[in-house]
């Protein structure tokens, strides 16, 4: 579904990914670790279409379709859907208003009827039940005044809404408490499907207790480091990076 | 050279002297003449004034004006006001056409605890106790467009909501400039009263039916006794080729609340002042401003509050949206005097820019003299967020209808903090004429 080559990323001439090689997929769930400031977010933000980053070498190819020559819009229509790590606030727009022009958008690009406002209601109504969000906070300003719990929330319903084959989760564990951190879980493990993949950023372990990953890498300075099951993430969790770092530098 | 411009106004006053004779002795005239003198001790002021630096009003000088009391207004239809206007408003509706009180077109009968009349009907009455109401609050004193409105004092209304009173549907107000042969100047005044504990909503809506260069040079005076509640339309949208230069004076006793929403989408050049008073304790005043510019428009918005007394809160919310080379210009006052001790005011100012061209002046200016205060003001000037644009783009929005989204709510922000939906359907509209690709953002 999703095949990173040799992926290298700058932003002002400061190289973030030095040559990312991943392989995702249908029905997987790979988790991505790696301590602050190893180019996670940067590794998301570059596979939805951020432009901000300059890729200067590598490929990503999603569905066979050559994915950096993509407009972000047409990657979302394709299936991919990045849960933003700092949620947006758009004053102005309610929630409900905004995701009924995001779906009618992909509807359009699918080929697909747009949805009516009465359609859209009635098709969100389970969505809503998937991650117990409420009809106040859809008619709210997108993310505008929300918590932090109430901004993740509000990305994996849109989540929910927009059905990717693709999900990428930038830091959705941050600023949830434990309670939030179950709902979005089992949100998202509700949408699980053979058909879709998953993959999960984060720099805690404690998220993966409720979505298991097949997969998990570790990132390091721009690179892959380490890749393994389950298991790695726990070890994380007990010893830290810095084995890692160190039994690299012992294999070179 | 503006001298003369200067003169040629005040020779159109002798003449309108001359018109109402018979009527010179009561307190109007008294007024009228005060005007005048202030105007022809003022003048029109220039670049070099520090509250008109950023707003060269030298085209206004350019056009000789005729009084619009001199001409024969034609009738419109009730057709095509119903095209013009507002829609599905149900409160009381008063026009006037080129200044003009239209009875055609405005509503007779009044609810209870409600007076409505038109101005001139007030003036020509002698010596009712109403003249003593008029002008109390619109300042003469530094405001040459004020006196000139003032030295012209005519048409217009006078609205006074009773005591204990509650108005739930708006008084819509329109003033149509129509088709004449020759630019005119129409210089309406507005006196609104709201008596204790009343609370209502007043919309003043300006239109233009043809592409004439017509100057309305208006003044609105509100007096809000204690515990008044009153929310403030003022709806602009007149052609690209009018001027309008209005001024809205406002005095508040304890306890009241006054809500200003300020929509200037209209006009060559728009100035719009705002004055407001917080003469007594407890007062709450909320200013609310859009401005819509494209072309070469101008809309400049100047505020002014007055936090006389303890224990205020006053909250400034001005939008612009720049488009083409338009320019605007926000001026905002606050003076917190020595005894308005524990006052509570905030200034935000905010422009999106769609243009290379587009400029934007903003000054915020505090004046403080009390020492246990809260003041706050911020401005920011800039081009839609690139962070906005990704997350509308990452969601499967087309880059230009993210833009127009990001736009249009840009806009909303103000626009929701009108209370009367029929104004915000008809601004909403205007957006998604402008702003097309919004349009997914209808409801249906």
């Known amino acids: ?252 | 050279m503006i001298q003369e411009i200067n003169d040629i106004y005040i020779q159109q006053y002798r003449l309108f002297e001359q018109s109402i004779n018979g009527v010179r002795h009561n307190i109007i005239h008294q007024m009228r003449r005060k005007g005048i003198k202030q105007f022809e001790k003022l003048g029109f002021p220039t670049n070099k004034h520090e509250e008109w630096r950023f707003t060269n009003i030298s085209p206004l000088t350019r056009i000789q004006f005729t009084p619009a009391y001199q001409v024969e207004t034609q009738e419109i239809s009730e057709e095509q006001f119903y095209k013009i206007s507002i829609k599905n408003i149900n409160g009381i509706k008063l026009t006037f056409l080129n200044g003009k009180y239209s009875e055609k077109l405005s509503d007779k009968g009044f609810p209870k605890g409600i007076d409505v009349a038109s101005l001139a009907q007030i003036i020509r009455n002698e010596n009712t106790s109403i003249h003593k109401l008029i002008g109390r609050f619109a300042n003469n004193e530094n405001n040459s467009f004020t006196s000139l409105n003032t030295s012209f004092l005519l048409e217009g209304v006078f609205i006074q909501i009773h005591e204990n009173i509650e108005i739930k549907e708006p008084i819509y107000l329109v003033f149509i400039t129509s088709d004449t042969k020759t630019p005119l100047i129409i210089q309406p005044r507005i006196v609104i009263m709201g008596g204790k504990n009343s609370k209502a909503s007043i919309i003043e809506h300006y239109i233009s039916t043809e592409d004439n260069s017509n100057f309305t040079n208006i003044v609105s005076e509100i007096g809000l006794d204690e515990n008044a509640t009153l929310e403030y339309n003022k709806i602009q949208t007149e052609n690209n080729n009018a001027f309008h230069i209005g001024s809205t004076y406002i005095e508040q006793l304890s306890k009241s609340r006054f809500t200003s929403n300020s929509i200037m989408i209209g006009g060559s050049i728009t100035r719009n002042n705002i004055y407001a008073t917080l003469n007594g304790e407890g007062t709450e005043c909320y200013l609310n401003g859009l401005s819509l510019a494209s072309g070469d428009q101008l809309i400049d918005n100047y505020t002014s509050i007055d936090h006389a007394k303890p224990n205020c809160s006053s909250r400034e919310f001005y939008k612009a949206i720049l488009n083409g080379k338009a320019r605007s210009v926000f001026n905002g006052k606050i003076y917190v005097r020595k005894d308005a001790q524990k006052t509570d005011s905030k200034q935000t100012n905010k422009t999106l820019l769609l243009s290379d061209d587009a400029i934007m002046n903003t000054k915020p200016q505090l004046e403080i003299f009390a020492d246990d205060v809260k003041c706050t003001h911020g401005a920011a000037i800039g081009y839609i967020d690139s962070d906005s644009l990704f997350y509308l783009r990452s969601r499967g929005i087309s880059e230009n209808m993210a833009r127009d989204i990001l736009t249009y709510a840009f806009a909303n922000e103000i626009i929701e903090r009108i209370t009367i939906e029929p104004i915000q359907e008809y601004l909403h509209n205007i957006l998604f004429s402008r702003f097309k690709n919004a349009r997914i953002l209808r409801n249906e």
């Open chain 1, 1 to 252: 579904m999703l095949e990173i080559k040799n992926l290298k990323v700058s932003i002002n001439g400061n190289e973030i990914l030095k040559g990312i090689n991943l392989k995702v997929n249908p029905g997987e769930i790979h988790a991505i670790m790696g301590p602050n400031g190893s180019g996670k977010s940067t590794l998301a933000q570059v596979i939805a279409g951020r432009e901000t980053y300059n890729v200067t070498k590598g490929e990503i190819f999603y569905n066979g379709k050559n994915l950096l020559d993509m407009s972000p819009e047409d990657r979302a229509r394709e299936g991919i859907f990045l849960a933003f790590q700092y949620p947006i606030e758009i004053p102005g727009v309610s929630n409900t208003y905004f995701l009924k022009a995001a779906l009618n958008a992909i509807r359009t690009y699918r080929g697909l009827e747009e949805l009516d406002a009465v359609e859209f209601l009635s098709y969100i109504k389970e969505k809503m039940k998937l991650v117990e969000i409420d009809q106040e906070l859809l008619n709210r300003p997108v993310n505008e005044g929300f918590s932090g719990g109430e901004k993740k929330r509000n990305e994996i319903f849109q989540m929910a809404v927009l059905e990717p084959k693709l999900a990428i989760l930038d830091e959705t564990d941050s600023g949830l408490d434990i309670d939030a951190l179950r709902i979005v879980a089992d949100g998202v493990n509700k949408l699980r499907r053979p058909d879709n993949a998953t993959v999960i950023v984060t720099h805690y372990q404690r998220l993966l207790n409720y979505i298991v990953p097949e997969y998990v890498h570790v990132l390091m300075d721009g690179k892959i480091a380490i890749s393994g099951s389950k298991e790695l993430a726990l070890e994380l969790e007990k010893r830290g990076y810095d084995w890692i770092r160190q039994s690299e530098e012992f294999a070179k």
